[in-house]
């Protein structure tokens, strides 16, 4: 079978690449020359582990290919995904430009039934809106079925979440149109991953609510953390305690500088404001987005306070990307503690693993350097930003010869605080008095 994926971004070209993993035949498109011309050489415009391996084979086998023109993927597939980018509006709600732009040009090209479906992360009744783009885009009469199929995969480890997925959601009016995705799915059934099938609204909307639920863990999680700083209680202790009863679970409950990244910030701010067009209050929602700009706003505090005047100290950031393994800054903590600093006048010398090249995306400010050593030279403080592997063995004694005073913030609480204390850091943590 023949499918094709407009937009060759993170969830893109992992679906693509994993789909035709599945020996599909598959035709991705960019709008970006510069992205497909170098894809065309099996060159992976950002990070993600084991990508390059499985979009190098797959185009070597033939399943696997790219293009600049929409025509070309259209006419020769049965399904047409649309994975384009749904970023936040400045009122929160999703700009649905480029998702609406590819399907008139999907409609433009259709020459025979096909089933349309949506990766993208959309608000509910999307779905409807891409029927009637479609229709009154279509050059001849031509039956085609809208599909919602969501993505849940996580960067740093799309290609696991995507192979092995917690569950496949698909929203569609039609047997016909279910049965082909089912179709497309089939090694999955094959590993009994489990199947949601449902209406389009359903689906839309099942995509929302699992970013906001995660988001509101996070932030749950993190207002503990600060009221344990004040009481002296220990929020990994805290976090266990909770995590072991099986209502609530272990996962999404690390305290941490706030939650960011290229999902769940926009889609918790789209979710409220889809509710807020329907006259629907989500209380919950909103507090958890707040909290979330709290938490980032504290923990600058938190730099402030034990450090007295800031201007013109220097201070060494380790990890730019929202989480470790992906070179993704997209509204990253990062960005916004670093900003932060700058304006009060702080130098900064970062490193991070794998962002180096994407400086311009950060600060113009900012001093890159070649590892944690060379960031830490000469700063007075040390900030862990993101728990990448390589920062949970530091050679403290190295780091602290090289630090000029002895400040260690460690945003993701990666090292245990008595043991750095009796290093001689003055080291600071979340949730840990
Ligand atoms: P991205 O920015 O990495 O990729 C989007 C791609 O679409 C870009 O390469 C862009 O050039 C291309 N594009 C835009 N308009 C186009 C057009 N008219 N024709 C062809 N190509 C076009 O975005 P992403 O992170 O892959 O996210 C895509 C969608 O998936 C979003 O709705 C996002 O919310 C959702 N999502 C993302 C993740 C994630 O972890 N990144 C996970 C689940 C869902």
């Known amino acids: ?35 497909i011309s170098s894809l065309k050489k099996g060159l992976i415009p950002f990070y993600e582990p084991g990508l ?24 020769s597939s049965l399904a047409i995904f649309i994975a384009v980018g749904t970023p936040g509006r400045g009122d929160g709600s999703a700009d649905l430009k480029y ?48 599909v919602s199929n969501p ?26 149109a279910v049965a082909i995705m089912k179709d497309l799915y089939k090694p999955l059934y094959l590993i009994e991953a489990p199947f949601v099938i449902t209406n389009i609204e359903t689906a839309e909307l099942i995509k929302y609510a699992s970013n906001s639920f995660l ?42 500088p706030g ?10 701010n789209a979710l409220v404001k889809m509710a807020e067009e329907h006259s629907v209050n989500l209380g919950i929602i909103d507090a958890a987005v707040k909290a979330n700009e709290r938490q ?47 304006k009060e006048k702080v130098n900064i010398r970062a490193y991070d693993p794998v962002c180096a090249g994407k400086e311009d995306k950060v600060s113009p400010k900012v001093k890159y350097c070649k590892d944690p050593y060379d960031a830490a030279k000469g700063a007075d403080a040390l900030i862990i930003m993101t728990e990448w592997n390589e920062f949970r063995n530091l050679e403290l004694d190295k780091i602290k010869k090289l630090l000029k005073e002895h400040y260690f913030f460690d945003l993701r609480n990666i090292y245990d605080p008595r043991r750095m204390k009796e290093k001689g850091f003055k080291y600071y943590c979340v949730g840990r008095s």
């Open 52 to 75: 390059d391996e499985l979009v190098k084979r797959n185009i070597k086998q033939g399943r696997l290919r790219f293009t600049t023109k929409i025509a070309k993927a259209v006419e």
């Open 99 to 146: 998702v609406e732009e590819v399907a008139g040009e999907i409609a433009r090209h259709m020459d025979g039934y096909k089933v349309i479906v949506t990766k993208s992360t959309v608000p509910v009744g999307t779905g409807e809106k891409i029927r009637e783009i479609i229709s009154k885009n279509l050059r001849g009469k031509t039956d085609f079925d809208i």
């Open 296 to 342: 980032k706003e504290l923990m600058v505090q938190k730099i402030k306070d034990a450090m007295g005047i800031l201007k013109d100290r220097t201070v060494a950031v380790l990890g730019l990307s929202f989480k470790p393994n992906t070179d993704d800054t997209r509204d990253a903590p990062s960005l916004y503690i670093i900003h932060a600093l700058v």
């Open 151 to 176: 993505e849940f995969l996580r960067e740093g480890s799309a290609i696991e979440d995507f192979m092995r997925p917690n569950r496949v959601v698909i929203g569609a009016n039609s047997p016909q």
């Open 259 to 268: 939650y960011g990244g290229s999902c769940l910030p926009k889609d918790t």
């Open 215 to 256: 988001a509101t863990k996070i932030s749950f999680i993190n207002e503990m953390a600060n009221l344990c700083e004040k009481v002296g209680a220990d929020v990994h202790m805290v976090a266990k305690g909770m995590g072991l009863d099986q209502r609530i679970g272990p996962k999404f409950l690390h305290p941490g």
């Open 1 to 35: 079978m023949h499918i094709g994926i407009v937009g060759a971004g993170y969830v893109g070209l992992v679906t693509g690449a994993c789909f035709a993993e599945f020996g599909l035949f598959v035709t991705c498109v960019d709008k970006d020359e510069k992205r």
